[in-house]
């Protein structure tokens, strides 16, 4: 069952597309790296997945799944959310505020989702610190549980281990393999990261104004782009 389909989907800005024809399928499970040169499209991709973008052309369509329980995004931090001055269990139960609907209040039941994913992210001795207080890896891990509280089905991560040093990084890695092997969480993650995401990810989407390539993690190694990236020493 398909939690996100896009079908020759085009987003841009103000009439001018930024990336175009988009096919792409997302499952349950799925863990997809999408990457590319700045200026590619895969922040403009993410926001029309996220919805926040209408497509110029194309279309997107939701599975159930994400129509019931919506997807968990965890964004670029800027230094303005670094210093968000809230406590960490504030930062986490927002996650809930879709759950909300106009409600102006959290349920017990959200509390107690919202202390869960703090558990399960190994902050739940945090939850009374300030956010601002943080290091950058726990500032990642309250993230990740603010992202849970929105979503049973995926996760939509725009550059996650930006600015962290190697240890958080790979305890970062770690915690999406468990949520996506273990739980089944479909994990779509935007990097520069390359050596990271070909290790983690089964699959590559490469966009350079467009669909430059879309397939396995093995079969992108063997691609024409795939070597290309090795030969020149570079990671994308």
């Known amino acids: 069952m398909e939690l996100i389909r896009c079908d020759g989907a085009c987003f841009g800005y103000e009439g001018r597309a930024v990336v175009q024809d988009v096919t792409l399928a997302v499952e349950p499970g799925d863990y997809i790296g999408i990457i590319g040169e700045n200026g ?3 922040s403009t991709l993410i926001k029309g997945l996220l919805g926040l973008l209408k497509p110029m052309e194309g279309s997107v369509a939701y599975g159930s799944a994400v129509e019931q329980d919506g997807i968990g995004y965890l964004p670029q931090q800027t230094d303005l959310q670094k210093n968000f001055p809230a406590t960490v269990g504030e930062v986490v139960l927002s ?22 994913n703090m558990k399960r ?13 943080l290091s950058g890896g726990q500032r990642q891990r309250a993230l990740i549980a603010r992202a849970l509280c929105a979503t049973d089905s995926i996760l939509v991560l725009d550059e996650p281990v930006s600015g962290l040093d190697p240890m958080a990084v790979k305890e970062l890695y770690q915690m999406l393999d468990e949520l996506n092997q273990k739980e089944g969480l479909a994990i779509l993650m935007v990097s520069h990261d390359l050596d990271h995401v070909l290790k983690h990810a089964r699959e590559i989407l490469l966009l350079d104004g467009g669909v430059r390539f879309y397939g396995t993690v ?6 024409a782009s795939g070597r290309m990236m090795t030969e020149g020493g570079n990671r994308t």
């Open 40 to 42: 590619a499209g895969k």
């Open 95 to 116: 996650g809930c505020l879709r759950r909300c609907g106009l409600r102006p209040f959290y349920t017990k039941k959200e509390k107690e989702l919202a202390d869960r």
């Open 121 to 133: 992210m190994g902050i739940g001795d945090l939850k009374n610190r300030c956010y601002r207080e």
């Open 218 to 223: 093995s079969e992108y190694e063997n691609s």
